[in-house]
């Protein structure tokens, strides 16, 4: 409710204040928007496929008209592994000199000209997936460009005005483009399944959903539950299979050929291993530095130490998280 009253806020009297800040942020050649100058196309239409075709001819009549134009919600398309999603920008602004802006509106604050690093982050990724899409209409309209500066709009400090600031998505846009090539199409997916393979709620039982949803491979990790309704049911796939991924990218990525959680045990109690492999003789020490350190202590304290390390190497074998780790 707060995100929508503070948008609301932002776009009221035809985006002025809006516009205000991003010729303020964003200052060209161009003389800034006059009040009551600013063109706001109606993108209204019937279903995904119209919206995305009003949106793109709105784009080219206000790129042509070369003055200032505010889109309220547009919506975009862009495919992704073979299959159109569809995106819908907070705005997107149209400058005279053919330049196109993305702008996303967020309720969290600035505070002394700064915002949370994260929070930034994750809208400067949500920016460029919206440029990227905007590049694809704008390779279909003459004098356009989409610019890869993108307008971030929070409340100032620990009030409900409006603050802005410019931030550069080049370094996201590498990445997704990398990462849309690197998908695998959906077709070359659906191949590769049983046949009569079906996902129809309408036309199969929750044992022969269950099968259809194993028959496909996932990768879970723990930020997965943040975001994918199938991230309990792959998570209990990977506790099931030990596998280190259900402890985080991370941790996956510095245990190297070590994929499941009992290798990793096994490496580091010195039964199993190469010793020349960085990896093991990394857990090899780790274990020699943490027998030590216990060596040295209280021997009760030790004793206790050991056995509740005892029962959660266990548990993680079995596939359970650690106490205080991510999902």
């Avoid at 483009?177 to 049983?194: S, V, Y």
């Avoid at 991924?245 to 996956?252: C, K, N, Q, W």
């Avoid at 109690?269 to 202590?297: C, I, N, S």
Wanted: with cysteine; charged share 25%.
């Amino acid at each position: 409710m707060r995100g929508n009253a503070f948008e609301a806020k932002v776009k009221a009297d035809g985006g002025t204040e809006l516009l205000r800040l991003l010729a303020d942020r964003l200052g060209g050649q161009e003389p800034p928007p006059v009040p009551g100058e600013v063109s706001v196309p109606d993108l209204s239409a019937a279903g995904p496929e119209g919206r995305t075709a009003r949106t793109a001819l709105a784009l080219r009549e206000a790129t042509a008209a070369g003055a200032w134009a505010l889109l309220d919600h547009p919506l975009l398309a862009l495919e992704v592994a073979g299959s159109p999603a569809y995106l819908e920008p907070d705005a997107v602004v149209v400058r005279p000199d053919g330049r196109w802006t993305v702008v996303e509106i967020k309720s969290f604050p600035m505070i002394d000209g700064s915002a949370d690093a994260s929070k930034v982050g994750a809208a400067a990724r949500q920016a460029a997936v919206y440029v990227l899409a905007l590049e694809r209409v704008a390779a279909r309209t003459e004098g356009a460009e989409v610019g890869h500066q993108v307008l971030l709009v929070c409340p100032k400090d620990f009030s409900n005005l409006p603050t802005a600031s410019v931030v550069d998505v080049r370094k996201q846009l590498s990445v997704t483009r990398r990462q849309l090539t690197r998908l695998t199409r959906i077709e070359d997916i659906a191949d590769t399944l049983p046949e009569g393979t079906t996902f129809d709620l309408d036309r199969c039982s929750g044992a022969q959903l269950t099968s259809a949803v194993d028959a496909v491979t996932a990768a879970y990790a723990p930020e997965c539950l943040s975001a994918c309704e199938l991230a309990f049911h792959c998570r209990s796939r990977a506790r099931e299979r030990g596998a280190v991924e259900a402890l985080g990218r991370s941790v996956r990525g510095e245990l190297g050929a070590l994929t499941t959680v009992t290798a990793v045990l096994s490496a580091a109690h010195g039964d199993t291993g190469d010793p020349d492999d960085p990896t093991v003789a990394a857990l090899r020490r780790a274990a020699t530095l943490r027998a030590e350190a216990l060596a040295g202590a209280d021997p009760a304290f030790a004793e206790r130490t050991m056995a509740e390390q005892t029962v959660a190497d266990r548990a993680v074998a079995n596939g359970a998280d650690r106490p205080g780790t991510e999902g």
